[in-house]
């Protein structure tokens, strides 16, 4: 037997014994091919790095960006996830998340990269999270939005914001809202 023989059997075993694993209960299936163990907590965190291991282009933003950031008190009920238009959404299995398309230019230079339990995952930054949830305030509601300028305590830079809101072609709509938070 070749020594490429003796490694393709290791692979089949570990297969084999991966799957073994999961049928018995002590493997769960998250997305095609990402098996984490059964007792592992699945968090948005967690989540979202195996998300961003399979899909690189992935953003967290909206309620859960917010949540990672502090400025909200609700609990998201799905992962949102900002993925440039044309690119293919892995299936997640047993997870709710949704999906919020957007240009790849607006997702440029809006982000940053944090640390999760597998690996690194993007989110967008405060300043534009909140924007984007003014951006989408009639899906999500305006009550998110106001919860996190009141939340933020005057730590959102001022420039950004404006930046941000002229990017997203919402800065007349959010001009007064801002005047009110900044004054």
């Known amino acids: ?12 075993l570990a297969r084999s014994t991966r799957y073994r694993r999961l049928s018995a209960g002590a493997l769960q299936r998250v997305m095609p091919g ?7 907590m699945v968090t948005e965190e967690s989540l979202m790095s195996l998300l961003s291991a399979r899909q690189p282009a992935a953003v967290m933003n909206l309620v859960s960006a917010l949540h990672k950031h502090g400025l909200t008190t609700q609990i998201p009920d799905a992962l949102s996830v900002a993925l440039p238009r044309g690119v293919r959404m892995p299936r ?6 949704q999906v919020w398309y ?6 440029a230079d809006c982000t940053r990269e944090e640390e999760g339990p597998h690996g ?6 405060p300043e534009r999270t909140v924007v984007d949830c003014f951006k989408y305030r009639n899906k999500i509601g305006l009550s998110i939005f106001l919860e996190a300028l009141a ?4 730590s959102l830079a001022p420039e950004a914001m404006y ?4 990017r997203l072609r919402v800065l007349t709509a959010i001009l007064p809202y801002l005047k009110s938070y900044y004054s």
């Open 120 to 125: 690194k995952y993007r989110v967008t930054t």
């Open 151 to 154: 939340m933020s305590h005057g």
């Open 163 to 166: 930046t941000e809101a002229r």
């Open 102 to 107: 957007t240009t790849p230019v607006l997702l």
């Open 34 to 40: 990402v098996l984490i163990d059964s007792q592992e």
């Open 1 to 12: 037997m070749g020594k490429n023989q003796e490694s393709r059997n290791a692979q089949d």
């Open 92 to 97: 997640v299995y047993g997870y709710p998340v």
